[in-house]
């Protein structure tokens, strides 16, 4: 692989752009923007319904709910990597439609047994394991198409800047919406109203029009493991690349211990009232917001190297004062809003400028294969960091030393990309 095509681009200083005139300029990721905003806010419909359909219309017992929960998960470890192949030998607008239109029409399989009487818990598996493939198709290719539609480092930086206040956005209001559509709609019936999001996701996506050649030429003779084969191959072997993929697989592990314990640290170890601990992440998810509305401004002024290193650096230290909290309940409280508020905030300027980098940097023929890659790093090591965390915490009997293991871990994690050429980045 030619290094030159994976060297970091000198960063140019660039005006400030305002959002109408992006969006003006740009009407190609002005529908994909669109579509996954309004996609966004109706997964947290699916996302709740399924689980409260399984537990009060079909009175689904531990083991069935564990189930449940695995056949959304179970996908990712089976087939991101091949998803990845995939999308890099196939129209990914192609696979984005019919990711679309494939999980709108499984949802309705839900209310139309339901409205039938003909609703099992084993639909619930079938629709969840299809709607989780789907999704992870959806989620490489769209990562893919991106830097199709966005040419420049400005753009790219401002254009997931724009999806990061979408899911920042539906994390703050899309629970209480869907809570709200499921307690008026019975719940079955509420999936058709996420179907319908699935719909219009599919038209805007339909409209989009791209350039006359999109896809990079390949060698139609190699199989499918000799793109797999190389894909992880260029992941471990560009320095920059397995730098950030080190540091994704130590993070998400020691990120996956934290987060598992940290309801129960919050609520059974430091007693917070349910009031205050609703207080507490809500101001995370107001730190995902102000991070993605930031991180155009923190890129421009810092380089995207020293933007990632410095915002992954401040999220593991601040983790450090979960488990340091100590005092009357205010100021426990006041520590905890203040870490999630400014941890959430760097974590997402880290998320936003190590995709616009990645899409920047990766050859286009082999976008697919690397973000399954990460698709893979990220979703598939936390519930590895969840077992271990439930282990060693009931080993020692230690739920806060376990947090502060976490925090560690995550902290010492950035040193992944302190270590590499990023730091150099301007």
């Keep these: 692989m030619d290094q030159k095509k994976l060297a970091i681009l000198p960063d140019a200083p660039a005006p400030a752009i305002k959002a109408r005139s992006f969006f003006r300029r740009q009407p190609q990721f002005t529908l994909l923007w669109t579509g996954q905003t309004l996609s966004k806010f109706g997964s947290y419909i699916s996302g709740s319904g399924l689980p409260i359909v399984a ?3 079909l009175q689904a017992k531990p083991l069935q709910l564990g189930l449940l929960v695995a056949c959304n998960s179970l996908p990712v470890l089976l087939i991101s990597l091949l998803a990845g192949v995939w999308v890099d030998r196939l129209p990914r607008r192609t696979i984005m439609l019919a990711a679309d239109l494939l999980r709108a029409s499984l949802l309705c399989i839900i209310p139309l047994l339901y409205l039938s009487a003909g609703l ?3 639909w619930l598996y079938l629709v969840t394991l299809l709607i989780s493939v789907c999704t992870i198709f959806f989620e490489v290719a769209q990562r ?14 401002i254009g997931n800047s724009r999806l990061g206040i979408s899911d920042a956005l539906a994390e703050i209001a899309g629970p209480p919406f869907a809570s709200w559509l499921l307690q008026l709609l019975r719940a079955p019936l509420a999936l058709f109203i996420d179907a319908g999001s699935f719909l219009i996701s599919a038209v805007c996506i339909w409209r989009i029009r791209l350039p006359a050649r999109t896809t990079a030429s390949r060698d139609s003779s190699t199989t499918i493991w000799q793109d797999l ?3 992880v191959q260029l992941l471990v072997r560009q320095p920059y690349l397995r730098a950030i993929a080190a540091y994704t697989a130590i993070f998400n592990f ?3 211990t934290f987060a598992t314990l940290y309801m129960l640290y919050l609520l059974r170890t430091l007693r917070l009232p349910l009031l205050d601990y609703g207080l507490v992440v809500m ?4 730190g995902n917001l102000l991070g993605a509305a930031l991180a155009v401004n923190i890129a421009r002024r810092f380089g995207p190297g020293r933007t990632m290193i410095g915002s992954t650096l401040l999220f593991g230290l601040l983790a450090l004062g979960t488990p340091l909290a100590a005092g009357p309940t205010w100021l426990i409280v006041s ?3 203040v870490t999630q508020l400014i941890g959430d905030c760097a974590l997402t300027i880290y998320i936003i400028n190590e995709i616009s980098w990645r899409q920047r940097t990766v050859p286009e023929a082999f976008q697919g294969r690397i973000n399954s890659c990460m698709h893979l790093l990220q979703e598939g090591i936390g519930p590895l960091g969840a077992i271990a965390a439930a282990l060693f915490s009931q080993a020692i009997n230690d739920i806060r030393l376990t947090l502060i293991y976490g925090a560690i871990g995550m902290t010492l994690a950035a040193f992944c990309l302190l270590a590499s050429p990023l730091r150099k980045q301007a």
């Design 144 to 157: 893919s198409l991106i830097p199709i539609l966005l040419h420049t480092e400005e753009d790219l930086v």
């Design 120 to 122: 099992q818990i084993g």
């Design 55 to 57: 537990i009060q219309f």
């Design 254 to 256: 020691c990120g996956g």
């Design 283 to 286: 101001m995370g998810g107001i």
């Design 229 to 231: 084969t190389a894909g």
């Design 335 to 337: 520590i905890l809003m």
